[in-house]
């Protein structure tokens, strides 16, 4: 029984999950629990930070990559690397020599920050000290860290336009190779430009990306082979039609345009691709009210946003204007056939606009009715709840392992606090010890033996902060060889769990585990604690 994996039914297990962790203590989340009894694997639960209550929800919309279209990092990622590398060398000049270099699709993590001007990969936690850095990819002593992040009167922001924030997993394989690039110009100075330094570096593998993105390089090679690229997932449907059967409406708002998002729909919903027996039709439409396309978020979440909304007819792919949705007469034919066909088959599929529109479109009075499920804090997440005040969910894949790691290390963990415990104990008597000795009249006899019995603590506290080091850089190896727990940066919650506290209301490892709750589900959040109510929580 000691090793069973907790279920949602573990009444009397509670567990400690990272986010939200106040001054170095794991504040508790419990699990939200599914009706009827069903129970749910600590790899599929879903968290909650902010109460939801499923039954105000009128709307249900997803963002398409990396949501409900889940990538394979080992072959996606690589792809995208193997783009870019071509477009550095061929498009910009880069040295040839960069075509033999390979990609660890396993190296980076989302939450880093990259450091343009100093070619450093950062790690923070949630109060944007930095706890992990490496230059390229050597590791950065602590007197450096130091001396370059925490030696000014005034704290770094951290953000754009010198740093550049790795908060999706698109971005994975970039700062891979900008941190290749970092050591390639320390090593080789004579073979970069002198004008060249880790900024323009960086510029330059952004312009790659983009590159890649703007000649459909990556999308073609996807479109051929989904499979290949993408995780197949037959729950994707059943979540869907669960969803619309409790009365709701559903809807898609995905930055891709209408051909790509047809391609990966089929695939996802009917396991359909461009060639083969089976070839692309519309079906999938029937399990949305509405598809958004090329909706250019964050900017869609903006209602001062003027970006015109044109209706997408489905066969040619041809955008036709619309006047907020509803269908204009064409010049010379003032009768949009076109237009009212396709609103009589239910699904409308659109391209641009902004979130105003997709309101009138689902007749939305307020935007609390609404949940929005997406995968990029920036783009999807931070923009909708804080713009906007949708509800959010936030799909992290990274989680899955993370949470069956925490369970499996539950008792390494208590060790570190354990450790930790007794490494302020010593301090402690060190500390009064000194006190005595300095500011209390004591005999000679008594200072002797107050001396000898500080030497000891002070031996005795070296060895106990080398052997907490020690454990605990273990213990976070355990999680990732480089970086560490995804959701943790030593005992505090990382700048990444920091960003999942404040603008997910819920947050999973996968979209479809919301088929294992009730549509109606209440979602509560554990009782937040201050710091000094933690500690004197009953036992």
């Not at 391609?263 to 461009?274: A, K, Q, Y």
């Not at 005595?436 to 200072?447: A, P, Q, V, Y």
Request: net charge negative; hydrophobic share 35%.
């Amino acid at each position: 029984m000691e090793d069973q994996k907790p279920t949602a039914l573990s009444e009397n297990v509670l567990q400690f999950h990272t986010v939200g962790s106040k001054d170095g203590c794991e504040v508790p989340h419990k699990w939200s629990s599914p009706e009827g009894g069903k129970k749910i694997d600590i790899s599929n639960q879903i968290f909650c930070n902010r109460s939801l209550n499923m039954k105000n929800i009128i709307a249900v919309g997803f963002d398409m990559d990396y949501t409900l279209a889940q990538y394979k990092s080992e072959t996606f990622e690589s792809l995208a690397y193997e783009g870019t590398v071509r477009k550095l060398v061929y498009d910009l000049g880069y040295p040839n020599e960069l075509l033999e270099w390979t990609f660890d699709w396993n190296y980076m993590v989302r939450g880093l920050v990259l450091d343009k001007k100093r070619g450093n990969i950062l790690k923070m936690d949630r109060h944007k000290y930095v706890k992990v850095a490496y230059h390229g990819f050597r590791e950065l002593s602590k007197e450096d860290k130091v001396d370059i992040y925490g030696s000014s009167l005034v704290r770094d922001s951290f953000d754009e336009p010198d740093y550049a924030l790795i908060d999706t997993l698109f971005s994975l394989a970039e700062a891979y190779l900008f941190a290749q690039l970092v050591d390639f110009k320390d090593n080789n100075p004579e073979k970069v430009p002198k004008d060249v330094d880790y900024a323009r570096m960086y510029k330059d593998v952004r312009a790659a990306v983009d590159l890649c993105h703007r000649d459909g390089t990556l999308k073609q090679m996807v479109a051929k082979e989904p499979n290949r690229y993408i995780n197949e997932d037959t729950t994707i449907v059943p979540l869907i039609k669960m969803i619309r059967d409790s009365g709701r409406s559903t809807f898609l708002v995905t930055n891709s345009l209408w051909d790509y998002t047809n391609i990966v729909m089929n695939f996802l919903c009917g396991g359909r691709t461009v060639h083969g027996p089976h070839t692309c039709n519309f079906d999938w439409l029937q399990y949305f009210d509405v598809v958004i396309t090329g909706s250019a978020k964050p900017g869609f979440f903006h209602e001062e946003s003027r970006a015109n909304l044109f209706e997408v007819e489905p066969q040619s792919g041809m955008l036709i204007n619309t006047d907020n949705g509803t269908p204009m007469a064409q010049v010379g034919d003032p009768s949009p056939k076109i237009l009212l066909k396709s609103k009589d088959k239910g699904c409308r599929v659109f391209q641009g606009g902004n979130v105003g529109h997709l309101h009138s479109l689902l007749s939305i009075e307020s935007s609390s009715q609404v949940l929005y499920v997406g995968d990029h804090i920036y783009g999807d997440i931070l923009r909708s709840k804080k713009v906007l005040g949708w509800r959010t969910m936030l799909v992290v894949p990274e989680l899955e392992k993370e949470v069956e790691l925490l369970w499996e290390l539950r008792n390494m963990r208590k060790e570190l606090i354990l450790m930790r415990n007794e490494r302020d104990s010593v301090e402690d008597k060190i500390h009064h010890l000194n006190w005595s000795l300095k500011f209390e009249d004591i005999n000679e006899n008594d200072k002797q033996e107050m001396l000898s019995a500080l030497k000891d603590l002070e031996s005795k506290r070296d060895q106990v902060r080398l052997s907490h080091q020690q454990a605990q850089r273990e213990c976070h190896q355990k999680f990732h060889k480089v970086w560490g727990q995804l959701m943790k940066t030593g005992y505090q919650g990382s700048r990444f769990a920091h960003q999942v506290e404040r603008f997910a209301c819920l947050y999973t490892s996968q979209v479809s585990n919301l088929r294992l709750y009730s549509p109606d589900k209440y979602y509560r959040p554990s009782e937040d604690f201050m710091s000094h109510e933690f500690h004197l929580l009953p036992l």
